[in-house]
């Protein structure tokens, strides 16, 4: 079994990141190195590093990066300032994963409440709170595999969209945690993988992923998914999210609300699995989840080789909304959330 070391902080407060470049998988898993927060900014607009909580933990690091500058003598309250300006700028890279804005708030406040005596001290405070956004990821994606596992039994085909695996947060997935639990539960399965237009998320890392730990995956083109639910060839679909609204509304890659209302043609069992990082209580529902809209080259010049008339008019959001009512469970890490609306959700939420 593989163990993906998706993102990582090398060294001491002034250190590096070292990520994997997603952008060149599955031909080749290069590591890259990440020494400012500017090149940090652009490897998440360009999602060499990409899945909600990997970005979170990326933004979290790029904290790190912001402060390599700053004179020795710098002051606390000047590093303050600091780091308020790195999480404005690093806000900007992405909208719609909530787990971006989570990381630089946990940072922020650190920032401001940390009662460190040397600016040395406090930016090791800094990097300990980075280190924790990363191994709680870590240790949630264990948990929302062994909350899932159960729902994969021997024989079943399960359906997902785009990456949720070690690619997408500190090592172990989401939706793919739910399989690899599965899987060393000892249960045999079989996976189909939308390939995921236009990025291809799912055939270039979902395909990698499930390969590389020997779990049986067929990759189907988008527009296949509903011919092979009117097949009863899939038993359940399960797919991350980026950003859960208080009510239930999810927003995840777009393509996944046509998953989830051809789930409920068919009567297939719909299931997002998603850390409570991803929630965000302060929007009651997905209408006011902010959708990211990408260049119409993604579209029209996949990997620079043109496919469409040069001019013609393009749309090309990168996420699409859920409504709750299509959605059978979340999966986290406190547990499942059935039938999510607000007041299932605030419950498992926010209990002790
Ligand atoms: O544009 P991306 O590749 O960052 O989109 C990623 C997704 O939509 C994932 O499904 C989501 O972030 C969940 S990752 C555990």
């Known amino acids: 079994m593989i163990n993906i070391e998706t993102i990582q902080w090398i060294g001491g407060p002034d250190g590096c990141v070292d990520m994997i470049d997603q952008t060149l998988l599955p031909n080749e898993c290069r590591r890259i190195a990440v020494r400012n927060v500017e090149t940090l900014w652009q490897a998440i607009k360009t ?25 020795p003598t710098a002051t606390v309250e000047q590093l303050q300032n600091q780091v308020r300006k790195t999480c404005d700028y690093l806000a900007s890279s992405r909208p719609t994963a909530v787990n971006l804005f989570w990381a630089l708030d946990r940072m922020k406040q650190t920032a401001q409440q940390c009662q460190a005596t040397s600016p040395g001290e406090w930016k090791a405070r800094l ?6 956004i990363r191994d709680e990821d870590a240790a949630m994606c264990r948990a929302i595999g062994k909350n899932g ?29 739910v399989m690899f639990t599965a899987q060393e539960q000892g249960k045999k399965f079989h996976v189909y993988a939308g390939e995921t237009r236009p990025l291809l ?3 270039r890392l979902t395909a990698w992923e499930l390969m ?22 899939v038993n359940l679909i399960i797919t991350g999210a980026d950003r859960i609204a208080a009510n239930g509304d999810a927003a995840n890659k777009i393509g996944t609300y046509s ?9 297939i069992p719909f299931y997002i699995a998603a850390p409570s990082s991803t929630f965000d209580l302060s929007l009651p529902d997905g209408k006011s989840i902010p959708i990211e809209q990408r ?26 909304v859920t409504p709750h ?16 609306d607000t007041k299932s959700i605030s419950e498992i939420l926010t209990a002790k």
Not at 259 to 267: C, D, I, P, R
Request: include cysteine.
């Open 201 to 203: 998320q799912g055939a």
């Open 149 to 177: 596992a159960d729902l994969i039994q021997n024989g079943m085909s399960v359906l997902t969209h785009c990456n949720a695996g070690g690619l997408a947060t500190a090592d172990y997935g989401t939706a793919l945690a």
């Open 47 to 71: 999602l060499k590093v990409r899945g909600a909580p990997a970005i979170g933990i990326a933004a979290a690091y790029g904290v790190m990066l912001g402060l390599q500058n700053t004179p």
């Open 127 to 132: 990097l300990a709170e980075a280190h924790a």
């Open 325 to 340: 009512e299509y959605v059978t469970a979340i999966i986290t890490e406190r547990g499942l959330i059935h039938h999510p």
């Open 212 to 233: 590389q730990r020997g779990i049986d995956v067929t990759l189907i083109c988008d527009n296949m998914a509903g011919h092979l639910m009117s097949l009863g060839k």
């Open 295 to 320: 260049a119409a080259d993604e579209i029209t010049q996949p990997w620079g080789h043109r496919i469409a008339p040069a001019g013609v008019n393009v749309y090309n959001p990168a996420f699409d």
């Open 259 to 267: 998953l989830a209302v051809l789930a409920q043609a068919h009567k």
